[in-house]
Structures are given as C-alpha cells and as structure tokens.
C-alpha cells in the first residue's frame, strides 16, 4: 500500500476537514434534502436535486479523506537533527543566481501545497530538483522559461 507523506499540519487540517464534513455539512445537506421533499413531486424539484448532488460532493470527499488518512505517513521535521540536508517539510531558502532573488519554500505534501503561501509539494519540480541537497549547494531548476540555477542558503526543520 502506498504511503502518503504529510506533515503534522497538513494532517492536523484533513482531520479538522473530515470533522466539519461529518459533524456540520452532511447534517445539513440531510435536512436540506428532507426539507426540499417536503415540496412535493421530485422530479422537477431543483432544491432537491442540488441537494443530493451536494450530498455526493460530501460523501465523495469524506471517502477521499478517510483514503488519505488511512495511508498517512506523518513526518515531523521539528523532532530530527537538522544536517543541512533538504528533506520532506524542510523550509529551504534558495537564491536565484542570476537575479539575486532569494525565496523560501517549504516542501509539502500534495494535500497542503498552495504556492501562494510558498508550501510546494514533494512531487514538483523545484522540490524534486532540491530534495536530498544541502547548504551551498547549487541546483539547477527545469522551468517553464528554460532552466534556472539556484543556491541553497538555508534549511530549517521548523
């Protein structure tokens, strides 16, 4: 069975997501479905129809959830020796050597990436590209403009 890599955080966030699915929507979409019943003949009842359709999103995530969930691998970077070495959910901060522009990106499962908050998943390029690389070290990144080289100038297990 496939294991799936996830942080503390982004475990912590699927089980407050399953909880809000299982104790908050799936009891209202219940009693939207009874109330839209209640309307009468169902064939033409949009309400009741847009009910049950929101039911199957629900259902279908709680299943995906609890998939996810079953398979976790929780890894907590705070709780190893930092070596320098960029591994899963380090924060790595990488200088563009041609720009100077230095960003920092924490590397993530697929659930908890958002690249608007710098959290990029294991499976992208620029993560690939730096797992398993250490302080000083230069990477070159295969971008959609072409490759680009970067410095690694700080990993934390934070």
């Known amino acids: 069975m496939q294991q799936t890599p996830m942080t503390v955080r ?15 929507r799936r009891p209202k979409i219940v009693a939207d479905i009874a109330e839209a019943r209640e309307h009468g003949d169902l064939k033409e009842n949009a309400e009741y129809h847009a009910a049950r359709e929101e039911q199957g999103f629900c259902e279908g995530r709680i299943q995906e959830i609890e998939a996810k969930l079953s398979t976790v691998q929780i890894i907590d970077v705070t709780k190893m020796q930092n070596n320098g070495k960029v ?9 563009n050597v041609d720009t100077d522009e230095e960003t920092t990106y924490r590397i993530v499962g697929d659930d908890e990436a958002d ?13 690939r590209g730096l797992i398993g690389k250490e302080i000083d070290d230069a990477v070159t990144i295969k971008t959609p ?4 080289e970067y410095e690694i100038t700080e990993v934390e297990y934070i």
Request: glycine share 8%; net charge negative; hydrophobic share 45%.
């Open 87 to 95: 591994i899963f959910g380090a924060t790595v901060t990488i200088v």
């Open 115 to 127: 690249i608007k908050n710098n959290l990029i998943s294991f499976n992208s390029p620029i993560a």
């Open 145 to 148: 403009n072409g490759a680009v």
């Open 10 to 24: 982004g475990e912590q966030l699927l089980r407050e997501e399953l909880n809000e699915l299982k104790t908050v």
